[in-house]
């Protein structure tokens, strides 16, 4: 069985160059515009024996505008483009953190990734999903449905741009956090133990188990009638979880450069701000699918306590040593704390998912866990809204201070991928409740591309482009308000209905 484990030399646009391990690829365009823009393509095909397949990028120099991307396709794709943007191609981009499915069209997804980075993506045909990984931080789903014979395979329009694969041929940086979100039955089935996760079943228990040939598929659906691979959106708890773990890393960041002279005590108090109310939404997620958080409670006030004392004293290396232990643990009894309780509600969710089912009655499934009004409490509703007004706010403040030469476009672009998320976060709530959301699909990429139409002239000229930038605001902020009244209605219809007179 031949897997893939280089780059293949003959099947790459003349954009880009790989070195003589087969392993680096470095693009040697101009990268003045996406026209420019080179992909290759893996050595061999991902088997059809997989259960499981994983690779890591590791980004060695994002180049001038870190646009790179990160995906697979199949063998006709045209590779002078990124991964996702032709028909069976896929792929996520460090530029913007989002995905892009078989189109020029993209959805939110994850973080941005540059220089230093380690982007992890696996293909799981046990349930024919995808997930990427940055720096072992599972980012949730990405695709669904796979199928087909999968290549993987990078891009860059990126001048400057440097990227090295490993698929095995030496240890992985993240296998061990990822094998967490790979379940312990696969683990056991692993036949390469110490440096790959290529997980084979080749001696398959029943032939109703395993077809060689064929993907392991759960869709008994006829072939024609089956769905081409999709994006998924990412969970509100995987997203929420997976944001709280960043702004927990820039904490511990903006510390060392604060300590440095680098940043003032009001950033490092703005981050801790930040992680505060995310940590608060992550534990009104946890409470609300009726995960005991008693082991959280205590970590703002303790790490409150500990960032006071420490911004007491003078900036320096030697005066942060001596809080570093305390703040240090107080972080890592909040990351187990997350793995724990993050485990209960995956663990939670298959239940429900596999008694659902089984058994498809709304009444039988856990309270916490129904699809209805119930699903999305007022608290949680109003408070990822407020987030999302004060992320819009935030980005036409971002906006004004490009426009004075006080920030530079990937701040804004930041800002801009933020809201996505947290647009996306609504998005799933409000049709949680089954509220339609139609009137709103069109608006991150209708923003998107006015802000890079806007990125594309000098600052000074952003006038030209506030007025259409302000009108998709506000259609956002009617849809937001019309939205939230019917859920606020519904709400009351629901807790009307429910209560009853003792």
């Avoid at 460090?94 to 380690?118: A, I, V």
């Avoid at 188990?209 to 999709?230: C, F, M, V, W």
């Avoid at 505060?276 to 939404?281: D, L, M, R």
């Avoid at 490009?402 to 709530?429: F, H, P």
Wanted: aromatic share 8%; net charge negative; hydrophobic share 30%.
């Amino acid at each position: 069985m031949d897997l893939p484990t280089a780059w293949n030399l003959d099947d790459k646009s003349s954009n880009l160059s790989v070195d003589e391990s087969g392993l680096r690829v470095n693009y040697e365009g101009l990268g003045e515009s996406t026209k420019e823009t080179g992909a290759i393509r893996a050595n061999n095909p991902i088997s059809s024996q997989c259960k499981l397949f994983y690779f890591e990028v590791d980004i060695i120099d994002e180049g001038k505008n870190k646009g790179i991307g990160i995906g697979f396709c199949e063998k006709p794709v045209n590779l002078n483009g990124m991964p996702g943007w032709y028909n069976d191609s896929w792929g996520y981009r460090g530029d913007n953190g989002e995905l892009f499915c078989c189109s020029g069209r993209s959805n939110p997804y994850g973080p941005l990734f540059s220089t230093g980075d380690t982007i992890g993506c696996c293909l799981n045909f046990t349930n024919n999903t995808v997930f990427y990984t940055k720096n072992g931080i599972n980012l949730g789903p990405a695709f669904r449905n796979l199928n087909g014979t999968l290549y993987a395979c990078v891009g860059s329009w990126s001048q400057g741009g440097s990227i090295e694969v490993n698929f095995g041929s030496k240890k992985f940086k993240f296998a061990a956090t990822t094998s967490n979100d790979m379940g312990d039955e696969l683990l056991k089935n692993k036949l390469i133990p110490s440096q790959s996760i290529f997980f084979m079943n080749q001696t398959p228990s029943s032939p109703s188990s395993y077809n060689p040939g064929h993907l392991p598929s759960t869709d008994t659906s006829p072939p024609a009638q089956r769905k081409r691979i999709e994006c998924v959106p990412t969970s509100i708890m995987e997203s929420t979880i997976t944001q709280l773990l960043f702004t927990t890393k820039s904490l511990q960041e903006a510390l060392t450069a604060w300590s440095n002279g680098r940043v003032t005590e009001q950033q490092v108090s703005d981050i801790y701000a930040k992680l505060a109310i995310e940590f608060n939404h992550v534990v009104q997620l946890f409470g609300h699918a009726g995960i005991d958080t008693s082991n959280m409670v205590n970590i703002p006030q303790d790490l409150k306590v500990c960032l006071e004392n420490t911004l007491c004293e003078e900036a320096s290396p030697s005066s942060l040593d001596n809080h570093l232990p305390k703040i240090k643990e107080i972080i890592v009894t909040l990351l187990k704390a997350l793995k724990t309780n993050q485990s209960i509600y995956r663990q939670s969710q298959n239940n429900y998912e596999n008694n659902n089912n089984n058994c498809p009655q709304p009444i039988s499934s856990p309270p916490a866990l129904r699809k209805s009004i119930e699903s999305s409490p007022t608290s949680i509703m109003e408070s990822t809204i407020t987030q999302l007004l004060v992320t819009i706010k935030s980005l036409l403040e971002a906006l004004t201070a490009w426009c004075n030469g006080c920030v530079n476009e990937q701040r804004v672009s930041d800002i801009y991928v933020k809201l996505a998320i947290e647009l996306n976060n609504v998005d799933q709530l409000f049709e949680q409740a089954g509220i339609d959301t139609s009137n709103m699909e069109n608006i991150p990429q209708d923003l998107k591309v006015c802000l890079e139409n806007a990125f594309c002239e000098e600052a000074s000229f952003l006038d030209n482009h506030l007025p259409k930038i302000k009108t998709i605001i506000l259609t956002l902020l009617q849809a937001l308000k019309t939205k939230q009244s019917i859920y606020r209605q519904s709400q009351n219809n629901y807790e009307n209905n429910t209560v009853r007179p003792p």
